[in-house]
């Protein structure tokens, strides 16, 4: 990637001179506009600019574009200056040469920020740091240097020939309040284009505050004593708009209230007014600086922790989709391995238990008793795979249903010198979908497994609810529990129930006291076509 598509990653389409020609009587026009607008906002008394739109436009579309359309852009924005120096009649020779002079300086700031600027952009703390220098500090401080030795050599309007640091706030405020609210909209990595645009509520406070902040100003600013803090009202509404659009917001309300404070003051109005216009001038300059570049920063520190919540939601989103994706091949490979030691391993044994069985009568008294014992040994092994088998993968609950199953599971608990088990199941669980009804299942497994282990519990309650469109399982026993608090490291069976209640959009909960017992309870919400 090079020049300008370094800072923006844009590529503009492949097209003909037609295409050429249209971005550059487009670009002419704006210019045309932009030069109009700035005259409105002029200070007629001292026949000085206060704001300069023309450049800022150009950097900013230079910015956006690749190198392909800056020819094309360049001769238009040149093209529309020197219309409008025919329209209002400027000496035509001075306004030529500086347009050149500014046009070489304005590419000379954008290619320097194409360059420095592959990766970052004016929502990044970085890129806002080195737009600044370059293009709110440096560029108007070259412009204004060079139009003030111009004004010695070349006719130049009274405006262009006043002192460096004049043409420079001018330049200056406009690269600070114009070119980031255009590059701001364009930009395809912003936030606010990434999520979502503010809602009518964001738009409607906004106006309000926009209207309050006018009227404040407009009438309350000849009180002297109200005037610091009039200066600091658009504060709250900066945060709040940096809160809830970013960058882009930011620079929108930073222009609008920039030209609402240029306009009050050109009429005489508002707490910018001192007793010289060329104080007023500066120091309305001067404030709009300040203000932009604090909010600016405010904004892009929003859409910097904005951009991260959403690449940590984006990874979560990818870890809970791989831990579903494990947790079904998991339940596949156990399916797998049961189906296995069922048919396979559990029938070889017992086919090694039939011959056994006719071996022992075939041999005499003496060895007998041996080989009854290694055929008990057997079957005991065989029943053992076959627990395993149904641990690994419950046939019962396709083949008989949920309630089954966990009956079934609960006995063989209980028949391990498990402790006591009310088993509680709700009769429309004969109705629940595959996969929550196997959720249903391995959470119960896996709880009471670890109240086996470690609670030392007497008494166990599983009870599995169906209401309002959700499952209800809660499993409490009366071990001697553990702390849950302090965010201590949580097993593998925590875990892989946590998963496995999330992968279904649900929620689960768990309550444990010293002495007093565990409760764990899991709750599932069931489709439009569950149980009611």
């Known amino acids: ?106 590419n000379a700031a954008a290619w320097t920020l194409s360059r420095l600027s592959r990766e970052q952009s004016i929502h990044h703390f970085f890129g806002l740091l080195l737009f600044l220098a370059v293009a709110v500090t440096a560029l108007p401080a070259a412009t204004g240097g060079v139009l003030s030795q111009l004004a010695a050599v070349v006719n130049l309007p009274n405006w262009l020939s006043r002192e460096w640091w004049h043409v420079a706030l001018a330049d200056s405020l406009g690269y600070v309040l114009l070119t980031p609210a255009l590059l701001s909209v364009v930009n395809p990595s912003a936030s606010l284009r990434r999520v979502f645009l503010p809602g009518w509520r964001v738009w409607v406070v906004t106006a309000g505050a926009l209207a309050m902040l006018w009227f404040g100003w407009r009438e309350l600013g000849v009180f002297a004593t109200l005037r610091p803090l009039l200066l600091l009202a658009p504060v709250p509404l900066a945060i709040f708009v940096a809160l809830r659009a970013q960058v882009t917001g930011t620079c929108a309300v930073n222009l609008v209230v920039g030209l609402m404070a240029i306009q009050l003051s050109l009429a005489q109005e508002g707490p910018f007014v001192q007793t010289e216009s060329t104080l007023t001038t500066i120091s309305v300059q001067l404030w709009m600086l300040g203000i932009s570049v604090a909010s600016l920063y405010l904004a892009a520190l929003v859409e910097q922790r904005r951009a991260t919540q959403q690449a940590l939601v984006a990874s979560s989103t990818e870890v809970r989709e791989l831990a579903g994706r494990l947790i079904v091949a998991q339940e596949q490979e156990r399916a797998r391995i049961a189906r296995d030691l069922h048919d396979d391993i559990n029938q070889r044994l017992a086919v090694a238990s039939i011959r056994l069985s006719a071996l022992r009568r075939r041999v005499d008294e003496n060895n007998r008793q041996d080989v009854s014992q290694l055929q008990s040994e057997l079957i005991a092994l065989s029943e053992d795979v076959r627990h395993l088998s149904h641990d690994l993968h419950p046939s019962m609950l396709t083949q008989t249903g949920l309630t089954a199953a966990l009956a079934g599971l609960c006995q063989n608990v209980r028949h391990r010198n498990g402790p006591a088990i009310e088993l509680r199941v709700s009769p429309y669980a004969k109705d629940l979908p595959e996969d929550v009804a196997l959720c249903v299942y391995r959470v119960t497994q896996e709880a009471l497994g670890n109240a086996m282990r470690h609670a030392e519990a007497e008494r166990i309650e599983v009870a599995v609810q169906i209401a309002h469109r959700q499952v209800d399982l809660t499993i409490t026993d009366n071990g001697k529990g553990f702390v849950t608090e302090g965010g201590g490291r949580r097993g593998l069976g925590l875990v892989s129930i946590d998963e496995r209640t999330k992968l279904l959009g649900g929620s689960y909960r768990l309550q444990s006291t010293l002495g007093k017992g565990t409760e764990l309870c899991i709750r599932i919400p069931l489709g439009a076509h569950g149980p009611a």
């Open 1 to 106: 990637m090079h020049g300008a598509e370094g800072f923006f990653s844009g590529r503009a389409p492949a097209g003909a001179w037609s295409q050429h020609l249209s971005r550059g009587v487009g670009v002419g026009l704006a210019a045309l506009l932009a030069q109009w607008i700035s005259m409105v906002l002029w200070d007629h008394s001292r026949d000085s600019q206060i704001i300069w739109l023309p450049g800022p436009l150009l950097l900013a579309l230079l910015l956006c574009e690749g190198h392909r359309y800056w020819l094309a852009y360049d001769a238009g924005w040149a093209a529309g200056m020197l219309i409008f120096a025919v329209m209002f009649r400027l000496p035509m020779g001075g306004i030529f040469v500086v347009t050149l002079v500014v046009l070489g300086l304005i």
